[in-house]
């Protein structure tokens, strides 16, 4: 197989974890939303999840004051609002508002779900031992909830400047993995 270099600037593009979500943080009864693509699993149960969030971003501050939050998973209906969400801050418009979208109340968490997202999962900070160091909040998921009538979910992928990859076919294998 012949291969050429690659920019280490871009690599992030091939290893993109997961679905792009939608992180839902509130403050003194003000809620804001910041799109994500940099978050791993790491640990089934209870389920844990790292993700990198800017000290640039306004919900950098939030979470790190309120240590809660919400993940919200959207699909590719919502990805024009995913784009607008992670385009704009919270520090200057209510992103509810200007994009649409409907807060739901969690049961655990003071951030809102947001209603469109098929799935939406509470949290809350359990180690914040790295967030100086790496801008790493580790979280553990309280409380998820989930669309029972969407089967097959086309989530996107975020492959670096806007391009996005769109979950498609669902294959099944044997497996020992859970
Ligand atoms: C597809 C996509 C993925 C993103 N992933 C991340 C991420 O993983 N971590 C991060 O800090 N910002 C990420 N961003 C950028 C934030 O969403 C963006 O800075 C946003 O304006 C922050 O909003 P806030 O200031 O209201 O918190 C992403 C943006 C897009 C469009």
């Not at 992180?23 to 994500?36: D, E």
């Not at 992103?95 to 969690?106: E, S």
């Amino acid at each position: 197989m012949s291969k050429r270099s690659f920019p280490l600037s871009k690599v992030y593009g091939l290893l993109e974890p997961g679905p792009v979500v939608m992180v839902t943080t509130a403050r003194k009864g003000q809620a804001n939303i910041m799109t994500m693509s940099w978050h791993t699993m790491m640990e089934f149960e209870p389920p844990t999840i790292g993700c990198v969030i800017s000290n640039q971003n306004h919900t950098f501050g939030i979470l790190k004051s309120t240590r809660e939050c919400v993940i919200n998973i959207p699909t590719l209906e919502l990805a024009e609002k995913v784009v607008g969400c992670g385009n704009s801050s919270g520090r200057k418009i209510d992103k509810f508002k200007v994009f649409g979208l409907t807060q739901a109340t969690a049961s655990f968490v003071k951030a809102p779900l947001i209603d469109e997202c098929y799935a939406n999962l509470e949290c809350k900070v359990v180690d914040g031992g790295m967030i100086a160091k790496y801008n790493l909040f580790i979280l553990q998921v309280l409380k998820a909830w989930i669309n029972p009538d969407k089967k097959d979910p086309r989530t996107i992928h975020h492959r670096g400047m806007g391009v996005f990859m769109v979950a498609g076919e669902t294959i099944k294998l044997p497996s020992k993995m859970k």
